[in-house]
T-cell receptor, first 115, second 113 residues
Framework: GAGVSQTPSNKVTEKGKYVELRCDPISGHTALYWYRQSLGQGPEFLIYFQGTGAADDSGLPNDRFFAVRPEGSVSTLKIQRTERGDSAVYLC?????????????FGEGSRLTVL | AQSVTQLGSHVSVSEGALVLLRCNYSSSVPPYLFWYVQYPNQGLQLLLKYTSAATLVKGINGFEAEFKKSETSFHLTKPSAHMSDAAEYFCAVSGQRGNQLTFGKGTKLSVIP
């Protein structure tokens, strides 16, 4: 597709379980971002990839959160030992590279509910 | 360091009335500024962006915003609200190329018939 694709769109899990969220960016976009949006809040930055490497992971809340982008395209956000406070919409965004004004192209998000 | 403050978490206007959504920013470097809109159950969509070319920026759906450096503001306006404008609006700042966007908490716009 032409846009950023995120799967699953909805995920319900139980506290303590492991979750993976997938993001397929726009073709050719080298920069990929993960954000988390809690109810009533704006998106909060989690991690940013330039190519395969994490250029900035300062937003990851703790070591239960991890993200990979092994081939520089699709990325997976991994959450271990989920907690109820992890419930949020996880947004993925991409952009062509470091050039330009910094506009991000967002997917529709993955809504995670931890029971 | 950069931050965004959006005044008013919820704004209601009558259909046909002026829309004004406020955004103030803080940035240690010359900023790039953005307004995004989020319709229910949809992703964030770019409305407009300021990239230092012109202080008055026109976007989609009749929205525009003016960058005022002296006031560190980037307020979003539309002369006449339409029912389809009902959504949540987010202001964001980016201080450096390659750096992430920092978003405000958002303003939910309701349009009253």
């Amino acid at each position: 597709g032409a846009g950023v694709s995120q799967t699953p769109s909805n995920k319900v899990t139980e506290k303590g379980k492991y979750v993976e969220l997938r993001c397929d960016p726009i073709s050719g976009h080298t920069a990929l971002y993960w954000y988390r949006q809690s109810l009533g809040q704006g998106p909060e930055f989690l991690i940013y990839f330039q190519g395969t490497g994490a250029a900035d992971d300062s937003g990851l809340p703790n070591d239960r959160f991890f993200a990979v982008r092994p081939e520089g395209s699709v990325s997976t956000l991994k959450i271990q030992r989920t907690e109820r406070g992890d419930s949020a919409v996880y947004l993925c965004a991409s952009r062509p590279g470091l050039a330009g004004s910094g506009e991000l192209f967002f997917g529709e998000g993955s809504r995670l509910t931890v029971l | 360091a950069q931050s965004v403050t959006q005044l008013g978490s919820h704004v209601s206007v009558s259909e046909g009335a002026l829309v004004l959504l406020r955004c103030n920013y803080s940035s240690s470097v010359p900023p790039y500024l953005f307004w995004y809109v989020q319709y229910p159950n949809q992703g964030l969509q770019l409305l407009l962006k300021y990239t230092s070319a012109a202080t008055l920026v026109k976007g989609i759906n009749g929205f525009e915003a003016e960058f005022k450096k002296s006031e560190t503001s980037f307020h979003l306006t539309k002369p006449s609200a339409h029912m389809s404008d009902a959504a949540e609006y987010f202001c964001a700042v980016s201080g450096q190329r390659g750096n992430q966007l920092t978003f405000g908490k958002g303003t939910k716009l309701s349009v009253i018939p």
